[in-house]
């Protein structure tokens, strides 16, 4: 499903941030993506998510060389892909229920084709009251529940999650966590970047830890 | 709508209260829409831009106005002088002049094309030196020359004329024909010279408009570069966006143009009939007499307005575009 063969990756003139990293994410599978703050893990997840481009190495995305892939297949790309950002990237003039339904709106899907699609998850993610609620109105865990639904709801093959426990107490984090592992059983692979120890000590999960740029895979 | 389940359950009051608060900002009466625009209306300086593509409009509307005005009155003139011309006798040794005149004015009524012939008599040449040679004057005992009018009729061509000039150099030497050409020429110079000068300031405005739409646009993305990293991180294609901002660059376009396009419009309105209601008697009379348009004039303002407004939205589609390369 992704795969990175020594791909290394520096900013401008400056040192590797990542440095031969080499590693696979099956299909079906649940992983955590975990080492200190500043170590990499929102980078490797921009190079997953196709927003940055390695300075060297090979990503391969579904069976594609990234460093190939037109904007438009970029996109197309992006769709088979969820995301969930640590500052959540909500947009603040739309109401919970259109920033939830914007990836399948930008996929110019007709709405009555699936209000009640989104309205559903919403339900599912407990913000079935505050569908038109503006971001700036909703409570932390609020919006990172929002922003989840909005990763899900173009049911992608893999979902990348940074940090989507870090801004919740640690109750909301035990469900949000449930819910990816629902949705890992509901066949999505599912790579979790968090720097939390205790939550990753309670499951049974890959994990793939990195350290001063360098990746090292636990099965 | 679907019945709303929280995970939530209200199992302390406090919980209860808040569950209470968040349905009652639910709105559940209202149905869910997603139609909202994408690009925030705020994130974008529309009201100036409004105002600015008005302004614009308004000044390409009176430039194209302004020419279509010309071209008519030029026209009018033109057809004026050219539907006359004028036989001259010059008084010359033993020439008898009132012959000459008449033989003329029977040249004038033979030549096909031709509809009237009228010699101006003693008093009437008398009247047109006045200004010269003072009134009381008796032309009979003086060496001026006598005029013939003619009328040329609505199938008169330059064969016309260049048959009457070779039948007056055959007969009445003395004659000779003016056809106005010098003045329709000049007119004409004149015209087409204001047309080009209206059409420079056209493409001035129309550079103009574009350069503050451009400008408009990279603001109005670069304020929305969050919306725009979002919406690629989604999976939306560089089209989409642009189509975004197209949209809305497109509805700030025909407002701009509508109110730009309506108030050249009514000025020029105001120009023809503001003499009328002031009394002021014919309006070709006054200055902004020469303000009048035809549906033509109007029409060219119109079309001006859905110009702007065109060009409104395909500059900043193409700014949008550039925009997102740099961006991605």
Same mark, same amino acid.
């Given at each position: 499903?992704?795969?990175?063969?020594?791909?290394?990756?520096?900013?401008?003139?400056?040192?590797?941030?990542?440095?031969?990293?080499?590693?696979?994410?099956?299909?079906?599978?649940?992983?955590?993506?975990?080492?200190?703050?500043?170590?990499?893990?929102?980078?490797?997840?921009?190079?997953?998510?196709?927003?940055?481009?390695?300075?060297?190495?090979?990503?391969?995305?579904?069976?594609?060389?990234?460093?190939?892939?037109?904007?438009?297949?970029?996109?197309?790309?992006?769709?088979?892909?969820?995301?969930?950002?640590?500052?959540?990237?909500?947009?603040?003039?739309?109401?919970?229920?259109?920033?939830?339904?914007?990836?399948?709106?930008?996929?110019?899907?007709?709405?009555?084709?699936?209000?009640?699609?989104?309205?559903?998850?919403?339900?599912?993610?407990?913000?079935?009251?505050?569908?038109?609620?503006?971001?700036?109105?909703?409570?932390?865990?609020?919006?990172?529940?929002?922003?989840?639904?909005?990763?899900?709801?173009?049911?992608?093959?893999?979902?990348?999650?940074?940090?989507?426990?870090?801004?919740?107490?640690?109750?909301?984090?035990?469900?949000?966590?449930?819910?990816?592992?629902?949705?890992?059983?509901?066949?999505?692979?599912?790579?979790?970047?968090?720097?939390?120890?205790?939550?990753?000590?309670?499951?049974?999960?890959?994990?793939?830890?990195?350290?001063?740029?360098?990746?090292?895979?636990?099965? | 709508?679907?019945?709303?389940?929280?995970?939530?359950?209200?199992?302390?009051?406090?919980?209860?209260?808040?569950?209470?608060?968040?349905?009652?900002?639910?709105?559940?009466?209202?149905?869910?829409?997603?139609?909202?625009?994408?690009?925030?209306?705020?994130?974008?300086?529309?009201?100036?831009?409004?105002?600015?593509?008005?302004?614009?409009?308004?000044?390409?509307?009176?430039?194209?106005?302004?020419?279509?005005?010309?071209?008519?009155?030029?026209?009018?003139?033109?057809?004026?002088?050219?539907?006359? /011309?004028?036989?001259? !006798?010059?008084?010359?040794?033993?020439?008898? @002049?009132? *012959? $000459?005149?008449?033989?003329? &004015?029977?040249? =004038?009524?033979?030549?096909?094309?031709?509809?009237?012939?009228?010699?101006?008599?003693?008093?009437?040449?008398?009247?047109?030196?006045?200004?010269?040679?003072?009134?009381?004057?008796?032309?009979?005992?003086?060496?001026?020359?006598?005029?013939?009018?003619?009328?040329?009729?609505?199938?008169?061509?330059?064969?016309?004329?260049?048959?009457?000039?070779?039948?007056?150099?055959?007969?009445?030497?003395?004659?000779?024909?003016?056809?106005?050409?010098?003045?329709?020429?000049?007119?004409?110079?004149?015209?087409? /010279?204001?047309?080009? !000068?209206?059409?420079?300031?056209?493409?001035? @405005?129309? *550079? $103009?408009?574009?350069?503050? &739409?451009?400008? =408009?646009?990279?603001?109005?993305?670069?304020?929305?570069?969050?919306?725009?990293?979002?919406?690629?991180?989604?999976?939306?294609?560089?089209?989409?966006?642009?189509?975004?901002?197209?949209?809305?660059?497109?509805?700030?376009?025909?407002?701009?143009?509508?109110?730009?396009?309506?108030?050249?419009?009514?000025?020029?309105?105001?120009?023809?009939?503001?003499?009328?209601?002031?009394?002021?008697?014919?309006?070709?009379?006054?200055?902004?007499?020469?303000?009048?348009?035809?549906?033509?004039?109007?029409?060219?303002?119109?079309?001006?307005?859905?110009?702007?407004?065109?060009?409104?939205?395909?500059?900043?589609?193409?700014?949008?575009?550039?925009?997102?390369?740099?961006?991605?």
């Amino acid at each position: 499903m992704v795969r990175f063969e020594n791909v290394g990756l520096r900013y401008g003139m400056g040192p590797e941030v990542l440095r031969d990293v080499t590693f696979g994410i099956p299909p079906h599978s649940f992983q955590f993506l975990t080492g200190p703050s500043g170590a990499g893990k929102t980078t490797l997840l921009r190079l997953m998510f196709l927003s940055l481009r390695p300075t060297r190495g090979l990503i391969n995305m579904f069976g594609r060389d990234a460093a190939k892939l037109a904007p438009d297949e970029t996109a197309s790309m992006r769709r088979r892909i969820g995301i969930v950002f640590q500052d959540f990237r909500l947009l603040d003039h739309l109401t919970t229920y259109e920033n939830v339904a914007l990836p399948l709106r930008v996929q110019e899907r007709e709405e009555a084709g699936y209000r009640a699609e989104v309205q559903e998850l919403l339900q599912w993610v407990g913000l079935g009251e505050r569908m038109h609620v503006l971001p700036p109105v909703l409570s932390g865990g609020e919006k990172q529940r929002a922003a989840i639904a909005r990763a899900l709801i173009s049911r992608p093959e893999i979902l990348l999650a940074d940090e989507p426990t870090g801004n919740v107490d640690p109750g909301l984090a035990r469900r949000l966590m449930r819910l990816f592992l629902e949705l890992h059983k509901s066949g999505t692979s599912v790579l979790i970047a968090t720097h939390d120890i205790a939550l990753m000590d309670q499951f049974d999960a890959r994990r793939l830890v990195i350290h001063q740029g360098r990746l090292t895979v636990y099965d | 709508m679907i019945e709303a389940t929280s995970p939530q359950q209200p199992d302390t009051p406090l919980r209860a209260l808040r569950l209470r608060l968040r349905r009652a900002d639910a709105h559940p009466d209202e149905h869910p829409r997603s139609g909202r625009s994408i690009v925030p209306r705020a994130s974008v300086t529309a009201n100036a831009l409004v105002a600015v593509v008005a302004i614009m409009t308004f000044l390409a509307g009176i430039t194209i106005g302004s020419v279509a005005a010309v071209r008519t009155v030029a026209a009018d003139w033109t057809s004026d002088i050219a539907r006359e /011309t004028t036989i001259e !006798i010059k008084p010359g040794d033993g020439l008898d @002049v009132p *012959a $000459a005149l008449s033989r003329a &004015v029977a040249l =004038a009524r033979q030549t096909p094309g031709i509809a009237d012939a009228r010699a101006l008599d003693e008093r009437e040449t008398a009247d047109l030196l006045e200004p010269w040679l003072g009134s009381g004057l008796d032309v009979s005992n003086l060496p001026v020359p006598r005029l013939v009018v003619v009328t040329l009729g609505p199938d008169a061509g330059r064969q016309t004329i260049a048959d009457l000039r070779a039948s007056l150099a055959n007969e009445v030497p003395s004659a000779s024909l003016d056809d106005h050409r010098q003045w329709t020429e000049r007119l004409s110079s004149t015209a087409r /010279t204001v047309v080009v !000068i209206g059409l420079a300031i056209l493409a001035l @405005v129309g *550079a $103009a408009t574009v350069l503050c &739409v451009v400008f =408009a646009t990279r603001a109005a993305v670069d304020a929305a570069r969050g919306i725009v990293e979002v919406l690629h991180f989604i999976g939306a294609r560089d089209t989409f966006i642009a189509r975004e901002f197209q949209h809305h660059f497109l509805t700030i376009g025909f407002k701009g143009g509508a109110i730009g396009g309506g108030a050249a419009m009514a000025l020029f309105f105001l120009g023809s009939t503001l003499p009328g209601w002031l009394a002021a008697g014919d309006p070709a009379d006054t200055l902004i007499g020469a303000m009048r348009l035809d549906p033509r004039g109007y029409g060219g303002i119109l079309g001006v307005a859905v110009l702007v407004a065109l060009v409104t939205a395909i500059t900043s589609r193409v700014t949008v575009f550039r925009t997102l390369r740099g961006i991605s």
